[in-house]
């Protein structure tokens, strides 16, 4: 098996508290037990901005639990072009499909913020899944609710413009949506928004063009919505299914 990447951390190793791993949505409902086995091979750490966590092709990775920061999947060509598949924000995770099917992961993962993460070895905890029922159906859950997210973004990809997906995102930001306005910022650069909205940074401009007449005003990672009804009477459709709690 190859060998896990070095991650460069800003904070020194320790094992995560049970209490830590309970707060992880997927671990919610496991009993103290089972958390102290999956504690006991676990490392939380800091991350720093720009680590690589696994690349892709690797068959022995950790499962990645992202507490604060941020991840983004990433894809190399074979010409050595290298496009950004997806971002990941807290109470994400990476790496459980390569860890399950003990096939090579499909995507390279690395931070793309200062990240507080919690590493479960991927070995460890696939020899605990036939040996802890409770364990096998979080994460059976987990995958689940993972493949549920992928359709969803198809279905966008598909029935969806960018500056509809691109409405829908802005809208998702912001948290006060009882009023006609709101003041928001762009968690991250263009260029990985275009990718989790899956197009590309000159159809992202075209994008926040459209919107303007819909009263989406851009200052560099500012964003105000000066019109939220009309922007979601755009952006989001009335058969829209909705998120169920992990």
């Known amino acids: 098996m190859e060998r896990q990447p070095d991650i460069p951390t800003q904070q020194d190793v320790r094992r995560p508290t049970i209490a830590e791993l309970r707060d992880v949505g997927i671990f919610a ?17 800091m991350v720093e901005s720009g680590s690589r966590l ?51 992961a499909i ?21 605990l899944v036939p040996r802890e029922p409770t364990l096998a159906t979080a994460l059976l859950r987990a995958e689940a609710m993972a493949l549920r997210s992928l359709v969803l973004q198809v279905c966008d990809l598909k029935l969806r413009t960018t500056a509809q997906r691109l409405g829908h995102y802005l809208l998702e930001l912001a948290t ?22 899956g197009c590309r940074q000159e159809n992202l401009s075209r994008a926040f063009a459209t919107l303007r007449d819909l ?32």
């Open 215 to 246: 009263g989406v005003e851009t200052r560099g990672a500012r964003v105000v919505l000066h019109d939220i009804p009309r922007l979601r009477d755009y952006a989001v459709a009335s058969d829209e299914p909705e998120t169920a709690t992990p």
């Open 54 to 104: 696994y690349n892709q092709g690797d068959v022995d990775v950790p499962f990645c639990l992202l507490i604060s920061g941020q991840i983004s999947s990433f894809r190399t060509a074979p010409d050595g072009t290298i496009t950004v598949v997806d971002v990941t924000q807290p109470s994400g995770h990476a790496g459980l499909q390569a860890i399950l099917t003990q096939l090579p």
């Open 176 to 197: 006060d949506q009882t009023g006609r306005s709101a003041t928001l910022r762009l968690p991250f650069d263009k260029r990985l928004l275009a990718a989790r909205l």
């Open 29 to 45: 409902c496991l009993e103290d037990r089972v958390l102290e086995l999956l504690a006991a091979n676990s490392e939380a750490r």
């Open 107 to 127: 995507t390279g993962v690395e931070t793309v913020a200062p990240s507080r993460m919690i590493l479960i070895n991927g070995r460890a905890l696939r020899a």
